[in-house]
């Protein structure tokens, strides 16, 4: 049952991992710039939930979205698009991720929200390290899908988690950032402190240790990404990094843990 499990977790994680690039394309723009509403030839973008779900291509003139830069051009898809938004990992990425989730997990009705948000978590990660940009259109909704389906799945028998605790560590660790960013709103965005509401309310799931040891692991992650870069010499004490991945690459583990340890509510 656990494989099967794990691999409808995994088929999940892919089908929802080749509908993000087109997503991660319109929103990889500047804090100023609204998404983009059309391809780069300037045809809009059609279909499902307008436009934002959809094969990573434009119909009209089937160019490919969101192709990385480098590796020179190729018929039929263009190569001046924003790099870093690449197609080719979103899927394989968001697939890991569920996959990992299920095996720690089970059959629990947690997994269920786990498998919903895994994907917007994957797109936040894209779109971050592309423009440095955490867009309210996704972070928002996420914190409050986080808390909502969270209450849906502590009604269902065989939980191994706490509401109340998962609304307290989305405010704690939202709070948090929240002074990080008054303190030093260069080196903390607001959007990080948006998406806290949705990670903490994950972790806090699990209670005050899991929410703590992914917190700690997103900054450990940071700074070993940032002092790697200084070290060699591709940035400095004042450059900016994306923090958004290392939040969510940090907050990953300690769910597993959390997942893994977890007892299911008698009754």
Sequence with gaps: MYATLIALAALWGVCAGLLLPRAAY?????????????????????GPA??????????????????????????????????GV??????VVTALACAALAAATGPRPELAVWLLLTPFAVLLA????????????VTLPLAGAAAGLLGVAALLPGHAGSWPAALLG???LGAGYFVLFVIHPDGMGFGDVKLALSLGAALGWYGW?????????????????????????????RS??????FMIGGALPALLLGAFTAVPAAG
């Excluded at 779900?53 to 039929?76: D, I, S």
């Excluded at 917190?215 to 004490?237: D, E, H, P, Q, S």
């Excluded at 900016?240 to 991945?245: E, K, R, S, V, Y």
């Design 86 to 91: 690449a197609a080719p990992a979103l899927p």
């Design 170 to 172: 989305g405010l704690a």
């Design 240 to 245: 900016a990094i994306p923090f958004g991945p």
């Design 209 to 237: 240790g899991i929410l703590f040891a992914g917190a700690f692991a997103g900054f450990l992650f940071g700074a070993v990404y940032g002092t790697v870069l200084i070290v060699l010499r591709r940035a400095n004490r």
């Design 50 to 83: 307008r436009g934002w779900l959809g094969p990573a291509r434009c119909a009209p003139c089937a160019v490919a979205v969101p192709v990385g830069g480098g590796g020179g051009a190729r018929p039929g898809r263009r190569t001046d698009l924003p790099a």
């Design 126 to 137: 894209s779109v971050d390290v592309r423009v440095h940009r955490l867009p309210d259109r």
């Design 26 to 46: 319109r929103l990889s723009v500047e804090p100023e710039e609204t998404w983009r509403d059309a391809c780069p030839a300037g045809h809009p973008f059609t």
